[in-house]
């Protein structure tokens, strides 16, 4: 599985992401979160892959 | 490390022909002049090795595991390295700009200011722009932990400084501005933080994180770490029981979120 898949695989199974994409080329993973959204433990789920997250943007 | 790396036959070698030795020592000693060097140069403990040029403008700081002729000589490697690129930046040359801040960075050679200041000038080439980007996020995770350790080091011995950075700090982590790689030295005031502020969510996801980087000594004979472990516990409990609040819901409705990924390949 590649490094993109392993990504969203690990976003979708976060309970407050509805929709999740990764973007090879931007380097970025786009997800629309619910209202028990937490920063923290999506980050993590993302480190946790060796990968290296912080929150871009939100809203 | 006298008594080891540095008295070797290879060492006495390398710094007889290659380098020219000089050693400072602190001494706190009334009216010497030169007391200050260590804190000019940015030393943070003892001993701190660093290459300086013909002028004394320090080129690069030797990491720990480099205080022997190998490391010395990777170190110069990277030197190499800089002043090429320093010499391309310095001649417009695109996309060079971005390579010698993260090198800058990577190296420790520049204070959180300057690197802000530096990467607030950057600009996006024309072509390889995914690979700008992922050299930018780079450089935005060693800018974070650059401002923490600014933050830490602000706050001195003043107990009451230190519970404003605890504070600082726990709002990062609630922000989600969160080092890519465990650091006790961000975690433990977060963690200190959420105490007060009765977070048991940012508090508990510290110490989850604590026992993951520690897991190797939760088997065996009873430790330092599983009883630090065990305090945690105790004090997750307290804030729990203190009602506060332990829902980590910040945003009431649905939206979305951009999340910088660095490592994908």
């Keep these: 599985m590649n490094c993109a898949a392993r990504v969203e695989q690990a976003l979708a199974s976060l309970p407050w992401v509805e929709k999740h994409e990764v973007d090879f080329g931007k380097k970025e993973a786009h997800i629309t979160v619910n209202g028990k959204f937490d920063k923290v433990a999506t980050l993590k789920a993302v480190t946790d892959l060796g990968f290296g997250a912080t929150v871009k943007k939100i809203g | ?265």
């Excluded at chain 2, 140069?41 to 090795?49: E, H, N």
């Excluded at chain 2, 722009?129 to 401002?147: G, M, T, Y």
């Design chain 2, 1 to 265: 490390m006298e008594s080891g790396s540095l008295s070797s036959r290879d060492f006495a070698s390398y710094a007889s022909k290659e380098v020219v030795p000089y050693l400072h020592v602190t001494s706190r000693i009334q009216g010497n002049t030169t007391d200050g060097i260590f804190r000019e140069y940015g030393g943070t403990g003892f001993p701190t090795l660093l290459f300086l040029d013909a002028d004394g403008n320090k080129l690069a700081k030797v990491a720990g595991a480099d205080r022997n002729v190998e490391g010395f000589r990777k170190t110069e490697g990277q030197i190499a390295r800089l002043l090429k690129l320093r010499d391309a930046a310095a001649s417009g040359k695109e996309g060079t700009d971005v390579d010698l801040l993260l090198l800058e960075l990577e190296m420790g050679l520049t204070s959180f200011t300057s690197a802000q200041e530096a990467r607030a000038g950057l600009d996006a080439p024309k072509k390889k722009r995914s690979s700008f980007e992922e050299k930018v996020a780079k450089i935005d995770n060693l800018l974070l932990n650059l401002e923490i350790n600014e933050i830490r080091r602000s706050a001195g011995r003043d107990p009451e400084k230190r519970k404003g950075v605890e504070i600082t700090l726990y709002e990062f982590a609630k922000d989600g501005r969160i080092p890519a790689s465990y650091s006790s030295s961000f975690w433990f005031p977060v963690m200190e933080g959420a105490k007060r502020m009765g977070d048991a969510t940012i508090f508990a996801v510290g110490m989850k994180l604590f026992r993951e980087q520690y897991d190797e000594h939760f088997t065996g004979p009873e430790n330092r770490v599983q009883n630090r472990y065990k305090k945690m516990e105790e004090d997750l409990a307290k804030i729990k029981e203190k009602g506060a609040s332990t829902s980590p819901a910040e945003v009431v409705k649905s939206q979305s979120v951009v999340l910088a990924v660095t490592g994908m390949t």
